[in-house]
């Protein structure tokens, strides 16, 4: 088992652009129904009355969730994204000792822990001479060696930002409010950061020849 290739490895086995997504966003989906309907779920299936409250409830199917994205991913490409890895042992972790404890806090704290760490991860690559943005976004498109870079300092700087406005809002608002925003606050934020970098995509980005020219 390996991780996966770097980002313009002719080697490396892509998966197609949604199905990549569906991988990396479906356990945060799964996070956020079992959250609105744990109550409901409960009364239904009264074994996961012992697991507890709703958020409870989400911690465990969310580490399901990315356990089953992770595991497959790793069957259709033979090899383990490496955002989505760090990721899913940070949650598993996390989620793990959210449940043991019956503590929200730690699940509240993962998205600080996620986001400082890929930051860190991104920003200290740098310093390294490695552009490990492409290893995430290469399927969407391909960049020169300056654009990786580029693009990888300013996403390195805003998963900071991500992480300082998870610390604001599981400080002072309920846990509802939390897990509304977590997926529908931050995955607008994402977006508008993303379309903001598209002067910087199509400038380095890199155009194939014409195989007719």
Same mark, same amino acid.
């Given at each position: 088992m390996e991780l996966e290739h770097a980002p313009n490895d002719p080697t490396r086995k892509e998966l197609s652009p949604l199905l990549k &997504?569906? +991988?990396? +966003?479906? #356990?945060?989906? /799964? *996070? $956020?129904? $079992?959250?609105?309907?744990?109550? !409901? +779920?409960?009364?239904? *299936? #009264? /074994?996961? !009355? =012992?697991?507890?409250?709703?958020? *409870?409830? =989400?911690? =465990?199917? *969310?580490? /399901?969730?990315?356990?089953?994205? &992770?595991?497959?991913?790793l069957w259709l490409t033979r090899r383990l994204p490496i955002m989505p890895l760090v990721s899913g042992v940070v949650v598993l972790v996390f989620g793990a000792l959210t449940l043991w404890l019956h503590d929200e806090l730690f699940i509240k704290l993962k998205p600080t822990i996620v986001n400082s760490l890929f930051g860190s991860v991104l920003l200290l690559g740098l310093v390294f001479g490695k552009a490990l943005l492409g290893y995430v976004f290469d399927s969407a498109f391909k960049l020169t060696d300056e654009g990786w870079r580029k693009l990888t300092l300013r996403w390195g700087i805003f998963f900071f930002v991500l992480a300082a406005i998870n610390e604001i809002v599981w400080r002072n608002f309920s846990t509802d409010f939390w897990v509304n925003f977590k997926v529908f606050g931050i995955m607008p934020i994402t977006l508008l950061f993303t379309l903001s970098q598209l002067p910087l995509i199509q400038k380095h980005a890199i155009v194939e020849d014409d195989e007719d020219d």
């Amino acid at each position: 088992m390996e991780l996966e290739h770097a980002p313009n490895d002719p080697t490396r086995k892509e998966l197609s652009p949604l199905l990549k &997504l569906a +991988l990396e +966003l479906g #356990p945060l989906g /799964v *996070f $956020f129904l $079992f959250n609105a309907r744990g109550e !409901q +779920l409960a009364a239904s *299936f #009264p /074994v996961l !009355q =012992a697991i507890g409250e709703p958020i *409870f409830l =989400a911690t =465990a199917a *969310f580490m /399901v969730a990315i356990s089953i994205s &992770l595991t497959v991913s790793l069957w259709l490409t033979r090899r383990l994204p490496i955002m989505p890895l760090v990721s899913g042992v940070v949650v598993l972790v996390f989620g793990a000792l959210t449940l043991w404890l019956h503590d929200e806090l730690f699940i509240k704290l993962k998205p600080t822990i996620v986001n400082s760490l890929f930051g860190s991860v991104l920003l200290l690559g740098l310093v390294f001479g490695k552009a490990l943005l492409g290893y995430v976004f290469d399927s969407a498109f391909k960049l020169t060696d300056e654009g990786w870079r580029k693009l990888t300092l300013r996403w390195g700087i805003f998963f900071f930002v991500l992480a300082a406005i998870n610390e604001i809002v599981w400080r002072n608002f309920s846990t509802d409010f939390w897990v509304n925003f977590k997926v529908f606050g931050i995955m607008p934020i994402t977006l508008l950061f993303t379309l903001s970098q598209l002067p910087l995509i199509q400038k380095h980005a890199i155009v194939e020849d014409d195989e007719d020219d």
